[in-house]
Structures are given as C-alpha cells and as structure tokens.
C-alpha cells in the first residue's frame, strides 16, 4: 500500500465531507477511487483508522467510515 | 405499598412462564441502570415508541466491532440508561464454561455494566447488555485479562460458531469444535476490522442435524457427512422391531428419498446408499442399529440467513464432500475466496446469497472455481433456456 494511495483516501474522505453527509461504506471509497487496487484502499483505510484520522461508526449491523473529527460527540 | 412504576410491565410478570420483567426487577435491586431501563421500556409500552438511539461507537482501542452503541432518547427522565451499549463476547466454541469462568465474567459485568446478560445471542456469543462509554475499555481490559475477546459485529465476520459436537455427541463427522476455533483465530483481521458490504456468518455441525442451525443462520454453513454405507447391525434392527418401532411408518416410509426398504417378513432392513441424501433420519431413529459410513468430512453451503434487508435464505451445497483435518487450509482459502468474491461484487448491506442470486450461481461457481454437481440442485428446473458460456458453445460446433 502506497503513501499515495492512503492520500487519495483521505482526499476522498475530505472532499465528500462537505456535504451533510459525513459516513461513507468502505465499497463507497472503493467506488470513488477507481483507479486504485480495492486492496491496497482497504489497507490504507485500515491504516488511517490506527491513526485515527478516520473511525469506525457502526450501526451495530451496518459499519461505516467516516473522518474522526465528524465524529459525533457525546 | 408503594404504587408500582410500571404497571404494563408488571403484566408480563403474570401467568407460569419465566418473565424478563422479573429478572430486570431483580436486578434493578442492585443496579439503577436496570430501573431506569424498566422505567424506560414502561415507557415504550405507554406511547408505543422506541426511545432508543444508535450511538455509532464501535469498540476499543484497535477495535471495530464487538461493541453496539445504544443510548437512551431520553436521558433527562431515565439518567441510568442515558448510555446502554451493548459488548458482543466471543464465546468458547461449544459454550462450555468452568463456574469459575462464569462467575469471574459475571463479576466484571457487575462491575462495569447493568448486570444483565443474554447468554447467548443469536450469533453464538456472550451478550453483556448495558455499560457506558467510560467503561469500555476498561471493561475490555478486564475481559482480555480473563481471557476473553470480543466478537464482531458490524460489516464483518462475526463471530463463529458451533454444535457440541465430538465433545458429547456419537454423531459429529467433524470436529465442529476445533474448526470453528481454528475459523475464530485465523480470520481475526475479518472479525475485528469490519471491511465487507455487510455481516458474514459461519456455522460448524457435526452432523446434519444441524444442531446449530448453520443451513437457516450462516452465510457459510460446514456440516458434517460421510461418504460409503451406512453401517447396518441388523440384530438391532430386530431389537427395535420387536420393542415396538414400527419400522416401515416410521423409518423407511419417512426416508425422503425413499432408498431404504424393509422386509416385513425377513425382518431386514436395506438400503440403497447411492439414492441416500445423509438426512440423519433413519440414524436417529435406530442409534444403535444405523451408524454413518465409515468415510467422514462436510458438506459445504453458501447463503443462508434471517429476514433483514431481503427474505430469508437456506444454504445451497457448494461442495458435496470435503475432508476435514487440521490445518484446514482447502476449507479457509476456499472461504477467503468467497469473501473476496462477495467483497468486489457485493451491494452496499447485500448478503452472499442475495449476491449469487442477483448474478446466478453459474456466474458464483465460475468465479470461485468450483465445479457444478448434482447435490446443488435444489429442485427441478422450471426454466426451459439452458445458458451456456460463450467459450463453451466454441467447444461445441466443431
Ligand atoms: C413428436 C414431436 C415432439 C415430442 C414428442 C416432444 C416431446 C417433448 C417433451 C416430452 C418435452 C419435455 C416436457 C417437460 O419437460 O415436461 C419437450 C420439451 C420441449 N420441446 Fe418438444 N417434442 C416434440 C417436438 C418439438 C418441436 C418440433 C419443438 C420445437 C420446434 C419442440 C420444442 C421443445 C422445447 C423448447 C421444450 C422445452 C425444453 C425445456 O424444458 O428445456 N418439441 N418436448
Ligand atoms: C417472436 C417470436 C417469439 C417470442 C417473442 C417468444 C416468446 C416466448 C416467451 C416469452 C416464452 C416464455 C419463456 C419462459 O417461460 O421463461 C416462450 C416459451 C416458448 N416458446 Fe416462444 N417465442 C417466440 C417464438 C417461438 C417459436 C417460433 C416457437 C416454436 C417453433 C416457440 C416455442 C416456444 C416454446 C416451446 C416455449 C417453452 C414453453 C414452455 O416450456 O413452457 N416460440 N416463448
Ligand atoms: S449437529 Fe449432529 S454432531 Fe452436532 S450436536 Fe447435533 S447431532 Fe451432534
Ligand atoms: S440418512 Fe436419510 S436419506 Fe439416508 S437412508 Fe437414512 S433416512 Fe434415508
């Protein structure tokens, strides 16, 4: 996985967040960026999510990814 | 007396049945959560609404599963309950606990949570309903302390599970236990990290009794079969013959695919092993006189689940006959193929059998590699067109 490919995710992330719409499915990545490997987006989604740019959000069914500081506060 | 606070409740702690209503009773004696969580529910019941709200949280540090955010609608009226999520437990494959196991889990959960439990949840595991976000660490710092993990939840395998199988049954063609606990640790990543379109079950019977339920509950069933005759001790047979089992009504009749005959007047019993699915029936009824074929592996199967964003589905087979022995490597790169199929082709929340039964399971076989075989047909074909690969029909004209 390359450094540039986890900056396309998160470019994906910043760029789609304007919007009221915040959390996005890891497929929804995979689909916005179709010129990268599904793989390597899944690992540098991974990665970002150790970092903790971005987080889980989960419905308890349904997981989304979304950037951490939409991250609704308690 | 006092008044009761939740007269519609205390309904359902009428009549002879066990009743939820009187556990969280007894429990609200030592905990508020779980009074406010009846207050709440009284609620519920008053105005006919849900007063719950989905958190989003998902775990702890590492995680992205095995905790589900719930938090209360109406914190100002039931404080207890402003937080209640819920941890997913993996359980010990076969759910066999020492006392000492239960009591040091039911400790921390008295310590960190409500005090209830389910156990178990439908996908197998140990459900620790009710904590608050400032405990889930810690909570799973104590669990990890006494060896316990989280399960998935989420878009990711959840956590695996399995009948008792060879640990106290005479029936297990497999080693359900082991399987699933091999399943359970090689695919650690899948369970933890949720990366699929949606949830992803596997489910281990020894035999196709299916005591877990695998074919109704598991994107991927493994059941236990054999191959070669059923053993036949044709004494027993008499046995059960002369003690009152009407053979003929009640074993050869209910064969459903009617290969087994018996001689009324010869007192034999026969049958015909090619014609035979491996239903278990007849061995059920006449433990002592039908044992399986002395060849034993599983039958694999893809699709099944419950009701959710589309209708239920049983499993299809997928591979008639497979042998099972550590480190089961055929079985696991066969699952992580399928995981991969479904993660590129799948929809956003679209199940492996929605999957193949939007693209065909030709197009499913073919992708994965496997090779067509009568035990995948499910019933006779009411479709007249038969579709063939453009490559195929090159083969053909000459
Ligand atoms: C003496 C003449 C014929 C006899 C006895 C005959 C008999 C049959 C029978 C028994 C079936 C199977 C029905 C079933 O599946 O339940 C069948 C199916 C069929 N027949 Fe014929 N047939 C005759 C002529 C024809 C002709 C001339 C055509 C076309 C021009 C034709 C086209 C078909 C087709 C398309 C099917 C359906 C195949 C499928 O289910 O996949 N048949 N026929
Ligand atoms: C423009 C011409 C035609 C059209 C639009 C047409 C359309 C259809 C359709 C929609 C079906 C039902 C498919 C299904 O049940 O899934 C069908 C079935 C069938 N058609 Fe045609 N057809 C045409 C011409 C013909 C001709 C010329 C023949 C025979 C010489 C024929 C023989 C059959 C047969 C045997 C069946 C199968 C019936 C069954 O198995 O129940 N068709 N056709
Ligand atoms: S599924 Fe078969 S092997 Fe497993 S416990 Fe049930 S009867 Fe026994
Ligand atoms: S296992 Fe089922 S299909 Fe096979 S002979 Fe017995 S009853 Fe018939």
């Known amino acids: 996985m390359s450094a540039e490919t986890k900056g396309k995710v998160l470019e994906f992330f910043r760029e789609k967040s304007r919007g009221d ?7 929804e990545v995979v689909k916005g960026l179709p010129n990268e490997d599904r793989h390597a987006i899944q690992e540098a989604v991974k990665e970002l999510l150790d970092e903790e740019t971005l987080k889980y959000w989960s419905s308890g069914s349904t997981t989304y990814v979304m950037l951490a500081e939409f991250f609704p506060k308690e | 007396m006092a008044e009761s606070e939740t007269p519609l409740l205390d309904e359902l702690e009428k009549g002879e049945w066990p009743s939820f209503v009187k556990d969280m009773k007894q429990a609200a004696e030592k905990k508020p959560m779980a009074k406010d969580l009846l207050r709440q529910l009284e609620l519920s019941y008053k105005e006919k609404i849900g007063h719950w709200k989905h958190g989003g949280i998902v775990g702890v540090k590492g995680y992205g599963g095995g905790v589900i955010g719930r938090y209360s609608d109406r ?18 494959t076969g759910w066999f606990y020492t006392t000492k196991a239960l009591r040091t889990l039911c400790d921390i959960w008295d310590k960190h949570g409500s005090g209830l439990t389910n156990m178990h949840g439908s996908t197998g595991d140990i459900i620790l309903l009710g904590t608050s976000t400032d405990h889930l660490q810690s909570c799973f710092d104590d669990l990890s302390d006494a060896g316990f993990d989280l399960g998935g939840s989420g878009s990711a395998l959840r956590t695996p599970s399995a009948c008792v199988g060879p640990a106290r049954c005479e029936w297990a063609c497999i080693d359900s236990l082991n399987i699933c606990y091999d399943i359970t640790m090689s695919f650690q990543d899948q369970l933890h990290r949720p990366m699929f379109p949606y949830k992803f079950k596997i489910k281990v019977s020894g035999c196709a009794n299916d005591c877990v339920a695998s074919i109704a509950r598991s994107d991927f069933s493994i059941i236990g079969t054999w191959k070669g005759k059923i053993q036949i001790d044709q004494k027993e047979v008499q046995a059960y013959a002369a003690s009152g089992l009407d053979v003929q009504a009640e074993v050869t009749d209910l064969c459903p695919t009617k290969c087994m005959t018996w001689d009324e007047k010869a007192k034999t019993l026969a049958i015909e ?18 044992r399986q074929g002395k060849e034993k592996g599983a039958t694999l199967l893809i699709g099944g689940k419950a009701p959710i964003v589309q209708g239920a589905l049983l499993s299809t087979v997928i591979v008639p006959f497979m ?9 696991k790169d066969l699952i992580l193929k399928i995981l991969d199929w479904w993660d590129e082709h799948g929809k956003m929340r ?9 693209v065909g399971m030709r197009t499913f076989l073919k992708d994965i590699g496997l090779k067509p075989a009568p035990q995948m047909v499910k019933n006779p074909r009411t479709n007249p067109y038969v579709f063939f690969w453009p490559e195929e029909i090159k083969k053909e004209v000459k």
């Open chain 1, 21 to 27: 719409k915040k959390k996005y499915y890891v497929k």
């Open chain 2, 350 to 358: 679209e199940r492996v059998g929605e999957l193949i039964n939007r």
């Open chain 2, 323 to 331: 042998k099972l022995e550590p480190p089961y490597q055929e079985l």
């Open chain 2, 75 to 92: 914190p100002d009226l039931f404080p207890g309950v402003a937080h209640f999520h819920t941890m997913r437990v993996n359980h010990p």
């Open chain 2, 273 to 290: 092993d090619a014609d035979c699915t491996r239903c278990m029936h007849c061995i059920n009824m006449m433990p002592k006189a039908l």
